[in-house]
Nanobody, 121 residues
Framework: QVQLVESGGGLVQAGGSLRLSCVAS????????MAWFRQAPGKEREFVAA????????DYADSVKGRFTISRDNAAKTVYLQMNSLKPEDTAVYYC??????????????WGQGTQVTVSS
């Protein structure tokens, strides 16, 4: 079983950048696809980005394409989300998720505790 711990959130001005990290415990990290989801106040949790376990293929929500980059380091058991050109609408709690496949952008029941990202205008 994998456990996930996110970090890197904070308060940033619009146009700024943040880098989120998600460190996984467990021996089978490299066999999981990994994804980031986010949940803004009063809204449902939504897909942000995903990366496959093998070749590192990536997928992004339309709202973050060209601004966010997901990457992973299997040796360090860590997945990253580099967020550039942040907008106030990016404000949310960001969650790391692990699973088999994210082609349908649906999460699996394996979450971290979340990290708050707040973008001021």
């Amino acid at each position: 079983q994998v456990q996930l711990v996110e970090s890197g959130g904070g308060l940033v001005q619009a146009g700024g950048s943040l880098r989120l990290s998600c460190v996984a415990s467990g021996r089978t990290f490299s066999s999981y696809a990994m994804a980031w989801f986010r949940q803004a106040p009063g809204k449902e949790r939504e897909f942000v980005a995903a990366i496959t376990w093998s070749v590192g293929s990536t997928d992004y929500a339309d709202s973050v394409k060209g601004r966010f980059t997901i990457s992973r380091d299997n040796a360090a058991k860590t997945v990253y989300l580099q967020m550039n050109s942040l907008k106030p609408e990016d404000t949310a709690v960001y969650y790391c998720n692990a699973g088999a496949d994210y082609s349908d952008h649906a999460p699996y029941d394996l979450w971290g505790q979340g990290t708050q990202v707040t973008v001021s205008s």
